[in-house]
């Protein structure tokens, strides 16, 4: 659920129904719908937006993965970038760039083939119209979309570099294929469009698109650029751009999620309870030229503003941004300028409810005991796996009462093993102050005294050790001792 609120600022001379500002305050969508998987590979979505006057199909679709393919049938988005290919629900502004809504964006039913690698993937499918455009007799017209992504992570960036193609037919109807480019200026109630084409008879759309990101801990940076042309009669194909650039910041230590091509839910470090949920701002330059001989209205856009996201929990988020807008024509009417700020509370119930029936460990680990086979049934709160996290190897052993005095907390041993690095160490966290009998199995290279003490080192890097694995400490050689 998102309610949107916000105030423009407008000149009467390109809103002649309203005088200066106005505000809004909208339930802007109402998602219900059902999910799930089927024996076999198959997965299906069905979800439904109530939020508009009639209430509107979204994602609507059967699924069939095996392996590194994927086979879907419904209405889905037709392999856009990035901006729109993410989720209505993680966006970093209140709307997505203003060439989106230009360029006509909008899901399509259709058939889609993908393959999808650790760091890259293809998609490519045919479209048709949306369920609510579908004619009696057919799609009006059919599309052929593909999008190569290429997202490897090295060290500690995750990058994105992705193209796409779309070419779309339009059929010969009775009806001409009536279709008009405009963009609303960053805000989400209201007719103004300041800058649009003229509505023409479109015979053919071609659409190329690329996208680069990159997220580093805190920082990312995102930025994508459109070219899109109009075929029409008598050979006029006019040719319309646009892109955005955008970087953003947490405040708190926090990254922006990503996955499969697109960006994901930010989930909290430290969310509410534990303290104050992720902070983001956002800088976003965004441009949009319609410029075309076709209408007077016709122009650019260039809008300049910045956002602040608070996201105290997964499934919780509030959007607060700015945007300045500039307009500029071939000549009539004049130049304007439009201010936009917005504002969005959005709850996620479905998911959350959902995340709160599946069961996660608290953290990676290697799997050391399952109790549980298949089918048997675990009551509430009964261990069905014990890990063992990888960071949290302890080395124990023993010293001799000789030795004992040579030694103290905070000292670095070395420790080797059969194959174990060569430069492994770990630091004494815990002495024993009791001596005890030398156990009956104890792992040495020579003969100790009967009085030895146990001590507990943490191991430093602990690649390529495993639980229970016999160790030799030699004190000396780290601690020069």
Request: with cysteine; proline share 7%; net charge negative.
């Amino acid at each position: 659920i998102q309610f949107d609120a916000g105030f423009i600022s407008a000149p009467r001379s390109i809103d002649s129904a309203v005088d200066g500002d106005r505000f809004a305050a909208v339930l802007r969508r109402a998602y219900i719908g059902a999910q799930g998987t089927i024996p076999g590979g198959f997965s299906y979505r069905a979800e439904i937006d109530l939020a508009p006057k009639t209430p509107e199909w979204a994602d609507l679709y059967i699924a069939y993965d095996k392996g590194p393919f994927n086979v879907t049938v419904g209405q889905i988005y037709p392999f856009l970038g990035i901006e729109q290919m993410s989720s209505d629900l993680f966006p970093s502004f209140t709307e997505r760039a203003a060439f989106t809504g230009a360029f006509n964006y909008r899901r399509r039913v259709g058939l889609a083939l993908g393959y999808s690698r650790k760091t890259w993937m293809v998609n490519a499918g045919v479209f048709g119209d949306s369920v609510a455009d579908v004619l009696p007799d057919g799609s009006r017209s059919v599309g052929f979309d593909g999008r190569a992504v290429w997202m490897p992570k090295i060290e500690d960036i995750q990058f994105h570099v992705a193209a796409s193609a779309h070419i779309r037919h339009y059929f010969d109807y009775p009806t001409p294929n009536a279709v008009r480019y405009r963009s609303r200026p960053y805000f989400f109630s209201t007719a103004l469009r300041p800058i649009e084409t003229d509505t023409v008879n479109v015979q053919d759309e071609r659409n190329y698109g690329a996208e680069l990101a990159a997220i580093r801990r805190r920082i990312h940076v995102v930025g994508e650029f459109s070219a899109f042309q109009s075929v029409r009669a008598n050979n006029i194909q006019p040719t319309y751009i646009g892109g955005y650039a955008e970087i953003g910041l947490f405040l708190t230590p926090d990254t922006r999620s990503y996955k499969a091509g697109q960006f994901d839910r930010t989930v909290p470090t430290h969310p509410i309870g534990k303290g104050i949920g992720a902070i983001e701002i956002n800088a976003r330059y965004d441009y949009l030229d319609l410029t075309d001989n076709s209408s007077i209205f016709a122009g650019r856009q260039q809008s300049l503003g910045g956002s602040l996201v608070w996201t105290p929990l997964p499934y919780v988020r509030f959007i607060a941004n700015y945007v300045h807008n500039n307009f500029y024509y071939r000549g009539f009417p004049p130049d304007a300028a439009v201010d936009t700020a917005t504002a969005r509370a959005q709850v996620d119930l479905a998911h959350s409810n959902l995340d709160d029936r599946q069961v996660r460990a608290p953290q990676a680990g290697r799997v050391d005991k399952v109790y549980f086979d298949a089918g048997e049934v675990a009551a509430t709160g009964v261990p069905v796996v014990a890990l063992l996290p990888p960071g949290d190897l302890t080395a124990l052993f023993f010293v001799p009462e000789s030795e004992r005095a040579d030694l103290q907390s905070g000292d670095v041993v070395q420790v080797s093993c059969d194959g174990c690095p060569i430069d492994l160490t770990a630091k004494i966290t815990r002495m024993a102050s009791d001596p005890q009998y030398t156990p009956p199995i104890l792992y040495t290279r020579e003969q100790r005294g009967r009085l030895v003490y146990r001590v507990e080192a943490d191991v430093i890097e602990p690649k390529g050790v495993l639980p229970g694995q016999p160790i030799t400490v030699d004190a000396a050689l780290a601690v020069g001792k």
